[in-house]
């Protein structure tokens, strides 16, 4: 609020000086004196702002400059290459697909191939032939009694509430006309999800959508709301890769009274999340309550969403696993490096495991206990480009979801405002003023065909590695620059065998 008086009051200034010089030299330019000498007795007087007592009126400029300097370090400073957290390159990327614009690039890469950590796929002097049709993976184990068909390539969870409501709606008309599916978020089923694209039913620490008045998980709530045609999977959230062990967060500018009513919560407040759920705190019991979920929702897929943290957590899951027989029929794996709207910097910034090695770590446990099998493993992190994918599925992930790809391909131009309600494309605000710039009937066809072009370049990238399906996807596959050597990622982390584990516990915890 401070920011946008401050910007209106320069702006107004501006105003009177060229207006006033205009119509009233005299006038305008005496006018004008009084406001600025109004302005620097103020500042003077004021006791907030060390700058404006020292430097009244001038001072007002180094606050414009800093509110406008994300704008100008994204038009005027970064390269293509070297943008945070999503570089130009790939924002154009997105854009492109989404708008059915211009697919080629000149010139060669923008890229250094022989810097650290530089990663690039192998391909065949024997290509395949390209598929028609991007193969679809099928969830649900074996207690599973509606087993869904998924693409490979989804929308990742994201509440109504942190995005509007016209944001939301378009997403799932995409997902609808491109026959994927969107995740709900922990926020809860709200009426913008319910245009017929297929949904995952996110529910979180906050138990929103199946909540009971004391906050704990309500089995009459859920059992309704799973009953929903358009919920074909159900996703028990435990972390998320921005923001592992901590709650999520619904700024109060955001809970608006619908939200709130959808939600179960009070209007007006900031929402916090618990960090860890209430039906259970310990392996077995999340497989209770899996179970529970399954027994409610008449055989959907259940699955959880976590970002690793302690390896020795996540192997005791397994292990329990084992033990009781009952499976998850997917597990989401989210890394350190996931977007969020709104979380503490200090665990966006350094807690929870690298994406990349979250999910080797996933896959290789479930393989060392016998389980990946029965269990598809997801992954949500940075997947914007046919590559990411191309890669995730080679290091073991069955399908991906993306979040910022999907908000890019709505419109959002990462202006990095998601948690201040001053979206300026509508994406992430409630604000009526902002929202009502994101058009539903112009932006969800850029989410499909977003979906859809990214699919047809992985079909390319499949199909160039000799691959005609996914099963021959492998980490022989994905090279990277270790040391000024190229090493596979075989090589680098080899697959488990599947059992290994079992027997031998050892070799799971190293």
Known sequence: MREAIRFTFICLLIVLLIVGTILWPVYGFVCFGIIIFSVGIYDIVQKKHTILRNFPVIGHMRYF?????????????????????????????????AKLQRETHPFGTQLNVEEENYKWMQHSIYPSSILNETPRVE???????????????????????????????????????????????????????????????????????????????????????????????????????????????????????????????????????????????????????????????????????????SKSEFIKICEKMVETGIKPDFITVDGAEGGTGAAPIDFSNYVGMPWEKGLIFTVDTLRGFNLKKDIKVITATKIFTAFDIFKALSLGADICNSARGMMLALGCIQALRCDSNKCPTGVATNDPTLMRGLVVEDKWKRVKNYHEQTLEDFRDLLAGAGCDTLEKLNRALIFKNINHENKSYESIHPSVEIGSFINNLALAER
């Open 65 to 97: 400059l800093e509110m406008i300097s994300p704008e100008i370090h994204q038009y005027f400073i970064e390269s293509n290459t070297d943008g945070k957290p999503i570089d130009r390159n790939h924002r154009t990327y997105i854009y492109q697909r």
């Open 139 to 309: 969830v649900g184990g074996p207690d599973c009694k509606q087993k869904y068909s998924s693409s490979i390539f989804n929308i990742s969870a994201m509440s109504y509430g942190a995005l509007s409501k016209n944001a939301i709606k378009a997403l799932n008309l995409g997902a609808k006309a491109g026959n994927f599916s969107h995740n709900t978020g922990e926020g809860g089923i709200s009426p913008y999800h319910l245009n017929g694209g297929d949904l995952v039913y996110e529910v979180g620490t906050g138990y929103f959508g199946c909540r009971a008045d004391d906050g704990s998980f309500s089995p009459e709530k859920f059992e309704k709301i799973a009953a929903t045609k358009e919920v074909k999977m159900i996703e028990i959230k435990i972390s998320q890769g921005a923001k592992p062990g901590h709650g999520g967060v619904l700024p109060a500018s955001k809970n608006n009274e619908e939200i709130a009513q959808i939600r179960g919560v009070k209007p007006h407040t900031a929402v916090l999340s618990p960090p860890g759920h209430s039906a259970f705190n310990d392996a077995e019991g999340l497989l209770r309550f899996v179970q529970q979920m399954r027994e409610l929702s008449n055989g959907k897929p259940i699955g959880f969403k976590l970002c690793i943290g």
